[in-house]
């Protein structure tokens, strides 16, 4: 009997047990396997009903148990320390070789396996002859995005249960991997909070707290970085061990735009994602996207909206394997909405308005149920299975291809290898470079001058999109206005962890020294008492700090603070510093509106919250805000300060989350331990000028709290240099010279305005000891 997952529901606790696998000619007929009602008590989809996580996990054991072609089984715990899980589906016969099938797969991905250079081809299309086309399907990293984690049970329950020819094509010709949900915890948070607010009038809107305990909508780009647990257990126990040469990633978008987008993606695509991978995306999104539209679903994109730049995003292409981004309409959580077509509107690539080469055909609006969306979802997933089924020795030929091409000999000229410095700076920076490229499955050789990543190996393409600076190219519409990335332009490691990395073209010979084991994680521990703010407006800046927090420990304490708290005041008797994290200063000021929730989470810091802040710091404390939270101290507090940048259009001055060069006055405290020239991570970040006496003749000295004077400049942009490191940066000479981080004195305290964000998503370790000293 096989490993499988046992759910025993005892005073609302899941325990798990381990079940043995029952031999093919035992289990019951079809007709006997679970359908989701049958488990539910409803059909996913159906209006205003979500399942909980223990549900799920109760319906795909019940399949487990009733059919030979899903095998079910817990690969570890998640944040919250619920099950992670995934269904193996494939024919009885399949799930009785995996591990051959695995075999396949490793020799396919490295072909160095497969012996010398003269005999590899000819072993490989014995491979491709034996093997099955691996299809990843991942659900629910987006937890209000409900659709794909209900539609996880539907699709399974077609494949275990249907004896129709596409299914038994399907199981027949691959392994389907399916991950019921990216984000368990995220399943109990959204439905908590949707049925608590069922009938009333917040029926449908998102939960005020994010939906993953540290990243929120980010644990969408953590696939590279790996910071997070349920990140960290998607890659080593299923992509490094399947490596699939599909993922099909299933999500939802916005209510007004296309009802479903399916690629290839619109330009650019980041520069190391192998040409076969392009190749493949493009024509399997479009033949999806044609089968959909002849069966009659309408409002479909290709080539819009997303585009296939970071690798943040994308794990799978630069390890082989496409990825299929499916993104259908929403509705109001699961409630349904009713959409006029004028309401509809245009996004990057396509009106939904008209039909075009890459729309169609036109949805003229109406009602949009979740019933539509489960519907969209599921026929996407099994066009994409028919032709992974159907064109299996396409699939596997195109996968052998991408690694034959990675691990090829180098020319001359080209670039060898990287090598990364082994300094020892703040956190032994660079054991977290490498620590990432070996988590990515990435080969490096320790040797006394540093760490060497040769590029003739299978994710020679993820180590240099990671390793190399990104220039990313200058597009514009017709009117000249730059056209915004889908997420952010810049991902380049040794810049990010304070690491230098050498490439080398020339022939090397390393000595090899024995793997380094070593990475602090604790920082110096503080005899500072640290309160972060937590808006009742969830922010993923707010979330990222926690998680900091919680692995290396700045201070002796370090608790969450919220607006209520902050309004009582006495602060300065319970803490030493307050952290604003990257928030506008408009929502921290007031929160939520009234109306848009219930009435007790409306409303933000406040006149109140801003006097008990000001108390705090003219007492003796240190308020340190984060970004855009810098902005909100300016105002309030009325510092000589202003954002340079602020009010300029966007055609003239632009960062859309890129790298910069940062300058640094190390006889600063704050700055201790670091260099004259670091970084700085600009993402909708104010430039700080200094306002003068007689500067704005429109504004008294003594409208200001503190003179010019008591402002000190730690940090600045290069005068004289171009302050791009990578990235994208239009009109870089306004923030020459000017400020990024500085230091007010206030009454007894101090604030502190970082212009940028020193703590970026848990990569931007180059800087987390400006934001550490800060709190000293």
């Keep these: 009997m096989r490993n499988a997952v046992k759910y025993i529901l005892s005073s609302s606790v899941l325990f798990l047990s381990c079940s043995v696998l029952s031999v093919a000619q035992n289990r019951p007929p079809a007709q006997q396997i679970p359908t989701p009602v049958e488990v539910l008590g409803f059909t996913p989809g159906d209006d205003r009903k979500l399942a909980s996580w223990n549900q799920v996990l109760n319906y795909f054991e019940r399949l487990d148990q009733a059919s030979d072609r899903v095998r079910f089984e817990a690969l570890g715990k998640t944040t919250m320390d619920v099950p992670f899980v995934m269904a193996t589906i494939s024919a009885p016969e399949n799930l009785a070789r995996l591990e051959e099938y695995k075999r396949i797969q490793d020799q396919l991905a490295d072909p160095r396996k497969l012996g010398p250079l003269a005999r590899r081809d000819r072993k490989a299309a014995s491979l491709i002859m034996r093997g099955k086309t691996i299809v990843l399907i991942t659900c629910g990293i987006h937890s209000t995005e409900v659709g794909s984690y209900l539609s996880s049970m539907l699709i399974a329950h077609r494949l275990a249960s249907s004896d129709e020819p596409l299914i038994r094509n399907i199981l027949q010709n691959t392994i389907v991997l399916l991950v019921p949900s990216l984000n368990p915890d995220g399943v109990d948070i959204v439905k908590n909070w949707y049925d608590k607010t069922l009938g009333t009038p917040y029926e449908g809107s998102s939960p005020p707290e994010l939906y993953h305990k540290y990243t929120g909508h980010d644990n969408n780009r953590d696939w590279y970085a790996f ?58 999104g479009n033949w999806m996207a044609r089968e959909l539209r002849a069966d009659g679903f309408q409002g479909i994109t290709t080539n819009s909206t997303y585009d296939a730049w970071t690798p943040a995003r994308a794990y799978s292409h630069y390890h082989g394997g496409v990825r299929i981004l499916s993104e259908t309409a929403s509705a109001k959580i699961a409630s349904p909405i009713t959409v006029k077509f004028e309401q509809l509107r245009s996004r990057e690539g396509f009106n939904p308005q008209k039909e075009s080469d890459n729309f169609g055909p036109v949805w003229k609006g109406g009602e949009w149920r979740l019933r539509d969306i489960t519907n969209y979802m599921n026929a996407a997933a099994f066009k994409l299975l028919e032709h992974a089924a159907t064109n299996r020795e396409q699939w596997l030929r195109r996968f052998y291809e991408i690694g034959k091409d990675a691990v090829r000999p180098r020319r001359d000229g080209e670039i060898t290898a990287f ?13 977290h470079v490498v620590s990432i490229l070996q988590k990515a499955g990435v080969t490096v050789e320790y040797t006394r001058r540093g760490v060497i990543v040769p590029l003739d190996q299978p994710y020679e393409s993820f180590a240099r999109a990671l390793l190399e600076t990104q220039k990313y190219p200058n597009l514009r519409d017709e009117a000249g206005m730059p056209l ?34 070593i990475g602090r994680s604790d920082w110096e521990i503080l005899e500072r008492k640290v309160a972060l703010y937590k ?3 969830p922010t993923m800046d707010e979330g990222w700090t926690r998680w900091i927090f919680s692995r290396w420990k700045p201070g002796r304490t370090s608790t969450s603070i919220t607006d209520d708290e902050i309004r009582t005041g006495k602060l300065s008797t319970e803490f030493d510093t307050i952290i604003i994290p990257d928030q506008p200063a408009r929502t921290i000021l007031n929160g939520y509106a009234r109306g848009a929730m219930p009435e007790e989470l409306t409303g933000g810091l ?34 000589p300060i202003r954002n340079v940048v602020a009010g300029v259009p966007r055609r003239e001055f632009y960062v859309p989350g890129s790298i910069l060069r940062l300058e640094l006055d190390t006889s600063h405290p704050m700055t201790q331990g670091m260099p004259k020239e670091s ?17 704005t003749p429109a504004l008294a000295a003594n409208d200001f709290s503190v003179p010019a ?5 730690i940090g600045w942009y290069p005068k004289n240099k171009d302050p791009l490191l990578s990235g994208w940066l239009l009109g870089g000479d306004r923030i020459k010279g000017k400020a990024a981080l500085v230091e007010v004195k206030m009454g007894q305290g101090r604030i502190v305005l970082f212009g940028f964000r020193p703590q970026y998503r848990g990569q931007s370790l180059a800087t987390f000891p400006l934001l550490f000293n800060s709190l000293k």
């Design 709 to 713: 004077g008591n402002v000190r400049v």
């Design 679 to 695: 970084i700085a991570w600009a993402e909708n970040s104010p430039v700080f000028g200094l306002i003068e006496a007689g500067e």
């Design 484 to 517: 915004p990335p889908y997420d952010v332009t810049a991902h380049t490691l040794p810049l990010l962890m304070g690491v230098r990395v050498t490439p080398l073209k020339a022939p090397f010979r390393a000595r090899r020294l024995p793997q380094v084991e």
């Design 535 to 537: 808006s009742r407006l």
């Design 227 to 284: 910071t997070q647990i349920e990140t960290q257990i998607t890659v080593s126990k299923i992509h490094n061990v399947w490596h699939p040469q599909i993922v099909h990633d299933i999500h939802q978008q916005g209510e007004f735009g296309s009802r479903l987008f399916l690629p290839p993606y619109m330009q650019p695509v980041e520069p190391n994602v192998p040409k076969q991978i392009v190749e493949g995306y493009t024509e399997l």
């Design 419 to 431: 090598r990364i410095e082994r300094d020892v700076g703040w956190f032994d920076n660079w054991f």
């Design 606 to 639: 406040g006149e109140e919250g801003v006097k008990a802040l000001r108390e705090f710091v003219e007492q003796g404390g240190t308020l340190v805000f984060l970004n855009r939270a810098s902005e909100f101290a300016i105002e309030q507090f009325k510092l």
